[in-house]
């Protein structure tokens, strides 16, 4: 039997991971026993192959394939891992770094792709959206979603409510030049430009 130490290349791949921003578990991840409780209690691995006590235990033996693995796409930050862990871990956070990870060397384009209208609406407005290529969905899935959505107008002003706070030019101003300036925009420039060349490819 061999004793992993400290300094070994897979401890390495968990501590990039413990040093990210993101993470609020300090050295959760290391304090794994791999009980399974984030699995048992994930409503992802209920329904598709995700697993979270197998990410951990990637991650732990410095598996960086699992940068390229698409299950890591199906975790939809619930925090149900997080907040049943016995030794104060979260898997979630972890799975939001690997894609951070993976994002930053150019892998998962494609599972972003369909979100740019988020982004968009976070640069040119300031605030959250609901992208247009999800309306079909969301009205198949909540039956009255669509007709809610066409009446708002009327329904807000039926149940006299103000109008919605909008934020001011300055604000988006400010806002665009933020996300300008920590590379959120050239990211998403990045993103749509390479599966909008795939897509001309394909055709």
Known sequence: MTTQKITDTPIEFAEDIISDVKNSKEDGVLKCVQCGMCTSTCPAARHSDYNPRDIIERVLDGDISIL???NIWNCF???TCHSVCPVGNSVCEVNQILKQ???SKGIGYDKLYEYMGFADSYFTAAIGAIPEIFFEDIAND???WWEFRQNLGEIRDELELEPPLMPSKEV???VS?????TGFKDRIDKIRASQEE???GDS
């Open 198 to 200: 795939k897509n001309e």
């Open 77 to 79: 930050y619930c925090y």
């Open 172 to 174: 988006i101003g400010e």
């Open 177 to 181: 030049k933020i996300l300008t300036i």
């Open 68 to 70: 390229k693995d698409d």
């Open 101 to 103: 990870f993976a994002i």
């Open 142 to 144: 909540v039956p009255g």
